[in-house]
């Protein structure tokens, strides 16, 4: 019986995750459901080899109906210090808090 390379596995899935997301790009102004449907085959990819997507990836398609973003679907405001970004597909609000790195405090002394 030969042993899973799990590392091995999940660098292939990173790849794969990323080439879904540039084909999305590519897509969701031609074909959207087929752009949708490459963000569903990336998610379920990050799941399988549990792996999280990057907040790049994560930024470009609603949460809840997975429709990439794109121009007139989608509306951005700012409101008490966080970003609200509103999917006009399904009307599902993301909430995304704007706040100033935390610095160590302990790091600067001596």
Known sequence: MLKREKRLEKKIAKERIGILFEMMERMKYEDYDLARRYVELARRIAMKYRLKLPKRYKL?????????????????????????????????????PIRPKKRNKYKNQK
């Open 60 to 96: 470009l398609f609603c949460k809840k109906c997975l429709y990439p973003y794109k121009e007139g679907k989608f509306r951005v405001r700012i409101r008490k210090s966080r970003v609200i970004i509103t999917c006009l597909n399904c009307g599902y609000e993301r909430r995304i």
